[in-house]
């Protein structure tokens, strides 16, 4: 468990603070609807602020094509934003429960245990031991959004720091997270790291992409649930939409490979081999056009 790398790291007689950045699909994204339409009849167009992501009722059945419909993003003249009608906030941000469970029902959990290890132990403080940096992960850098929530991870830092005692903060990313704090760190001065940052731990950052993000665009999206229970298609179409996916995709240098296999996975067409995402948007440019493509695990 992760609490058991941070006892090694830190001395429990000078507890550091704790920051978490989480990964993708872990941060709760709230939204408000003022649509001028409906995607479908049984769709709201207004509504106040409620839970987008994740609330599980709301992946079930017809429910998915009003979730995907909020959910998704639009590209127009380089950027990438939500549809006209929708917008978001995450919230929690700076609290020390917010990363327990992904989802409404308090069902899948998350940081639950790290956080509840760091709290029992001598000295630990509610509110300034650990705290949470959720972010809305459908974004990645170079976006205005990114830089907004760069500038607040720092101010949570610097505030954390002096909160307590001018100790140094343990960062604790997971996945996406490991990108996301990566790419922060890289962003700062040295001097600046220096002084506040203790430490860095990176747990399964997918600094060379992972591999599942191809099945994810081409195949069934993020959540792989049967038909009857979810409409597969809705959630790759929605996939392809959002920014962060081809972040993740893997960088063949690094040699990412399926644990099943020696090989990378290829995507195959009559005219395009691939084993990485970069070609996914010719991928889909061969399948409207009518064209039969596999995707090969050899």
């Known amino acids: 468990m992760l609490w058991i790398v941070l006892l ?4 429990v007689q000078s507890l550091k603070p704790v920051i978490l950045v989480p990964g993708a699909l872990a941060s709760r994204i709230e939204a408000k609807l003022n649509k001028s339409e409906r995607s479908h009849f049984y769709c709201s167009k207004t509504s106040d602020w409620y ?6 009722q709301s992946l079930i059945g017809p429910a998915v094509n009003c979730w995907a ?10 950027v990438f934003s939500n549809t006209p009608g929708v917008e978001t906030r995450v919230p929690g941000f700076g609290e020390g429960h917010t990363l327990d469970y992904v989802d409404n029902f308090s069902y899948i959990h998350y940081f639950k245990d790290l956080v509840d290890a ?4 001598p000295g630990a403080q509610d509110g300034v031991s650990v705290r949470s940096a959720p972010y809305d992960f459908r974004y990645s850098p170079p976006s205005k959004e990114c ?5 607040r991870l720092k101010k949570l830092i610097e505030d954390t720091y002096k909160a307590s005692n001018s100790s140094k903060v343990v960062l604790i990313s997971h996945s996406l997270g490991g990108l996301t704090t990566s790419t922060f760190l890289n962003t700062l001065s040295e001097e600046w790291k220096d002084k506040h940052i203790h430490a860095w731990v990176s747990a399964a950052g997918v600094f060379g ?3 599942k993000e191809v ?3 081409v195949s069934h999206g993020v959540i792989n649930l049967p038909d009857f229970v979810s409409n597969r298609l809705v959630h790759r179409n929605l996939a392809r939409t959002v920014m962060v996916t ?3 995709c893997p960088v063949p240098r690094y040699g990412v490979r399926m644990r099943s296999s020696s090989k990378p996975p290829k995507l195959i067409t009559p005219r395009i081999t691939s084993n990485s995402c970069s070609l996914i948007w010719a991928l889909r440019t061969e399948q409207r056009s009518g064209r039969r493509f596999e995707m090969l695990v050899s």
Do not use: R
């Not at 090694?8 to 001395?11: A, E, N, Q, S, T």
């Not at 419909?69 to 380089?78: L, T, V, W, Y």
């Open 8 to 11: 090694f790291l830190v001395p």
């Open 51 to 56: 839970t987008l992501w994740l609330k599980l």
């Open 69 to 78: 419909d909020n959910f998704k993003m639009e590209f127009n003249e380089g």
């Open 118 to 121: 760091v709290m029992s132990l």
């Open 147 to 151: 830089e907004l929530y760069f500038d």
């Open 209 to 211: 992409g992972a591999i």
């Open 215 to 217: 099945k994810v665009l």
């Open 246 to 248: 081809t972040l993740c």
